[in-house]
């Protein structure tokens, strides 16, 4: 199925370390979201995006649309150990409420 | 307030069978859409049911097929099931109105089949 590019695959960084991470598309995307998922659990949604430029913060973390609206970054600010986990992007460009998720991006962060 | 709910969460089927899962969407949401999530991958997007009615169709073969009830709960029922059908499934419930499409996960159901 398709998927969204997603980079880094995975990080491993030390507790306090900022972490960025970021999606891309070949096609233009009206909304984008990121989530954080735990092994064995359904995606907790983290930011929701929905103009092309908008920077929306949640706390250490914030997300940018990207002026292209094929792209959008998400920068996590001084980790901490229950920052571990998969985090997804998803798109959305129709429609529906179909999401194109990311190839998603591993988080291991050492206390 | 009470999350997206599914159940089972967890089953175990043999190749041939048929499966039914459920879904019950936040309370006010009228839109439930389903996802496959197989191993080390991303989400996919199965259907999207809205008012009852479908409004997309991912790229699943005929197998699949869902419903969406007056209560806005909904099932997902998969035939024939096949080995490549272990996944985690997931609902996940929307306002699907005016400029909200955020989407809210439930945990899933572990679906194993042998």
């Known amino acids: 199925g398709q998927q969204l590019n997603q980079s880094p695959q995975s990080m491993f960084i030390q507790e306090g370390e900022d972490v960025s991470m970021n999606c891309t598309s070949s096609?233009?995307?009206?909304?984008w979201l990121w989530y954080k998922q735990d092994p064995g659990e359904g995606p907790v949604l983290l930011i929701a995006?929905?103009?092309?430029?908008e920077l929306t913060s949640n706390g250490r973390l914030t997300a940018q649309f990207g002026i292209t609206r094929k792209d959008s970054f998400l920068n996590i600010s001084a980790s901490i150990p229950s920052d571990v986990g998969i985090y997804f992007c998803?798109?959305?460009?129709?429609?529906?409420?179909?999401?194109?998720f990311g190839t998603g991006t591993l988080l291991a962060v050492q206390p | 307030d009470a999350g997206v709910t599914q159940s089972p969460t967890h089953l175990i089927k043999t190749r041939g069978q048929q499966v039914t899962l459920r879904c019950s969407p936040i309370?006010?949401?009228?839109?439930v859409s389903w996802y496959q999530q197989v191993l080390g991958q991303g989400p996919q997007f199965i259907f999207q049911?809205?008012?009852?009615?479908?409004?997309g169709r991912g790229n699943f073969p005929d197998r699949f097929s869902a419903r969406q009830f007056p209560n806005y709960s909904s099932e997902l029922n998969v035939n024939a099931l096949l080995l490549g059908d272990s996944a985690l499934y997931l609902c996940?419930?929307?306002?699907?109105?005016?400029?909200?499409?955020?989407?809210?996960f439930g945990p899933g159901t572990r679906l194993t089949v042998t």
């Open positions: 996940a419930s929307s306002l699907y109105t005016g400029s909200t499409y955020e989407q809210y």
């Open positions: 096609s233009i995307f009206n909304t």
């Open positions: 995006l929905y103009k092309a430029g």
């Open positions: 998803a798109g959305r460009g129709g429609a529906t409420n179909k999401l194109i």
């Open positions: 309370s006010g949401h009228k839109s």
């Open positions: 049911y809205y008012e009852k009615e479908e409004r």
